[in-house]
């Protein structure tokens, strides 16, 4: 089976940065994925690890370890629209879980002013 | 591209009626289709894998007779939640693989059902 774990919430202030951590516990592995989601709305894709390090895409950075079970989605420049859901996602084995993801329950992410 | 589009956005039923939500990929074809659930403040539950041209792939606890999926053409899948009740209330969200196994999953944008 699977087993994602991120924090609930967060709060951080406009301008600063936001680590999101998320950690798994898993069967097979085989990518793991963050999707952003206002309320509402559906998921909106950020990101995508399968090899250890970094990811950098603009003002959104993810970084995986797969011996630690661990990833972490770095967001710089905070600005007020990136209050939303982050949802940490893990693909499982192809064979086994045909693509399957199975998300952890999202953190919530306040901007304040 | 990958643009998934799902119909209605929002419906309100009477409980014990049938509703019929459609998942279309706009501009790609989608061999595989997932459709999900999530309540609110929950994180997206995977209820079922929908397959084109053979029977969708449910996952443990969802009551394949109770959620209709066909998956007639790659790029259309419908799911039909039957005999709906206020329990059924919830965001469903449908998604499409681009491309071969190992692709991103690219979501619509979610129905929100209404059962009074």
């Known amino acids: 089976g699977q087993n994602i774990d991120q924090p609930t919430e967060m709060t951080a202030t406009e301008g600063a940065i936001v680590q999101i951590n998320c950690t798994y516990q898993t069967s097979g592995f085989n990518g793991l994925f963050w999707y952003q989601q206002h309320a509402g709305e559906a998921p909106t894709f950020l990101s995508y690890n399968v090899l250890d390090g970094l990811e950098e895409k603009g003002r959104f950075s993810s970084f995986l370890s797969r011996s630690k079970g661990y990833s972490y989605l770095l967001l710089k420049e905070l600005q007020m629209k990136d209050s939303a859901s982050y949802l940490c996602?893990?693909?499982?084995?192809?064979?086994?879980?045909?693509?399957?993801?199975?998300f952890g329950g999202g953190t919530r992410v306040l901007v304040k002013p | 591209g990958a643009v998934v589009s799902q119909h209605p956005s929002r419906v309100i039923c009477k409980s014990g009626t049938s509703v019929k939500i459609e998942c279309r990929s706009l501009d790609f074809q989608a061999t595989t289709m997932f459709w999900y659930r999530q309540f609110p403040k929950q994180s997206l539950m995977l209820m079922a894998t929908s397959n084109e041209g053979s029977k969708a792939t449910y996952e443990q606890g969802v009551e394949k007779d109770k959620f209709l999926i066909n998956h007639a053409s790659l790029t259309l899948s419908t799911l039909t939640v039957t005999s709906a009740h206020p329990e059924d209330s919830s965001f469903y969200i449908c998604?499409?693989?681009?491309?071969?196994?190992?692709?991103?999953?690219?979501f619509g944008p979610g129905t929100r059902l209404t059962v009074l």
């Open positions: 996602a893990v693909r499982g084995v192809i064979k086994a879980a045909g693509n399957k993801l199975t």
């Open positions: 998604s499409a693989r681009l491309g071969e196994l190992g692709d991103t999953q690219y």
